[in-house]
């Protein structure tokens, strides 16, 4: 990511970066890896926030206590279906949902 500028801060999404003179924006590889194996992949649309091409942000934000709840989901799983097992208490994500 050293290759692109950075952008200021916007809210409390603090690693911002300007794409505008990239005709392609190339970024890491991004997954969320559960116990029991599920490891979901995060795509470009899950992992920024762009306001505009000069101003996109990584789309992750810290807790000022590491012991606060995380919450996953919202910008990340936009374009999975999450599936609920309530008989056996598990908790599943399909690729291709909400598009």
């Known amino acids: 990511m050293n290759k692109?500028?950075?952008?200021?801060?916007?809210?409390?999404?603090?690693?911002?970066?300007?794409?505008?003179?990239?005709?392609?924006?190339?970024?890491?590889?991004?997954?969320?890896?559960?116990?029991?194996?599920?490891?979901?992949d995060i795509d470009f649309s899950g992992l920024y926030y762009v306001r505009n091409a000069s101003h996109a942000c990584l789309a992750f934000a810290k807790n000022k206590d590491v012991r606060d709840v995380a919450i996953f989901g919202n910008f990340q799983l936009k374009t999975y279906e999450v599936i609920y097992d309530d008989v056996k208490g598990r908790v599943g994500f399909a690729p291709g949902g909400c598009r």
């Open 4 to 40: 692109y500028p950075r952008a200021p801060a916007l809210s409390i999404l603090d690693t911002c970066y300007d794409f505008s003179g990239s005709e392609v924006v190339k970024t890491p590889a991004i997954s969320i890896v559960f116990n029991g194996g599920v490891e979901v």
